[in-house]
Nanobody, 119 residues
Framework: QVQLLESGGGLVQAGGSLRLSCAAS????????MGWYRQAPGKQRELVAR???????KYVDSVKGRFTISRDNAKKSVYLQMGSLKPEDTAVYYC?????????????WGQGTQVTVSS
């Protein structure tokens, strides 16, 4: 089995910072794309940021310049450094990973971590 374990969510004031972490564990040959998605109440889940195994990144326009995604391939981990947080960033943030096992790729999701930004 593969699990994605997230940490780092919480309550922060507008303008503050948080760092989310996610580590993949289990029987894993390799990890391709990793990323973070978020879902606010009453809204669809949306991509926040993704990073390939060689470090190419993609961000949703609303977080460009404020959030930075990074990864540690040796630790099978992905991170999201969030700065200049706004109340509209409030959501449950989900880690995502494309894991290769037995020569097949599978998509896995973390359990979600709440980020709340107060005004």
């Amino acid at each position: 089995q593969v699990q994605l374990l997230e940490s780092g969510g919480g309550l922060v004031q507008a303008g503050g910072s948080l760092r989310l972490s996610c580590a993949a564990s289990g029987v894993i040959s390799s990890v391709n794309d990793m990323g973070w998605y978020r879902q606010a109440p009453g809204k669809q889940r949306e991509l926040v940021a993704r990073i390939t195994s060689i470090g190419s990144t993609k961000y949703v326009d609303s977080v460009k310049g404020r959030f930075t995604i990074s990864r540690d391939n040796a630790k099978k981990s992905v991170y999201l450094q969030m700065g200049s947080l706004k109340p509209e960033d409030t959501a449950v943030y989900y880690c995502y990973a494309e894991v290769v096992r037995d020569r097949f790729q599978y998509a896995y999701w973390g359990q979600g971590t709440q980020v709340t930004v107060s005004s």
